[in-house]
């Protein structure tokens, strides 16, 4: 099931079974991560992928959850 939010349609979805290994940029630095779901929205965005990483903070690891634009992701080699 996919959420809408207020004055933002979402126009596309597709959830992938097996996430793509991926690096996430974060704070200029590029962590491991996969692509859960690519989104098309109208808001004028456009494209944007959820994505869940690994991040090593000052205080120590974490996992983030997050929806950003297609720049900010690359294949994992």
């Known amino acids: ?3 809408e939010h207020a004055g933002i349609r979402l126009l596309e ?28 929205c109208n808001d004028g965005r456009g494209s944007m992928a959820k994505v869940e990483s690994s991040v090593q903070h000052k205080w120590g690891g974490g996992k983030r959850l997050q929806t950003v634009p ?3 992701i690359c294949l994992a080699h």
Request: charged fraction near 25%; aromatic fraction near 12%; proline fraction near 9%.
């Open 1 to 3: 099931m996919m959420k």
């Open 13 to 40: 979805g597709h959830q992938y079974d097996l996430p793509d290994a991926i690096l996430v940029e974060h704070d200029g630095q590029w962590w491991p991560g996969f692509l859960c779901r690519r989104l098309l």
């Open 70 to 72: 297609p720049e900010r």
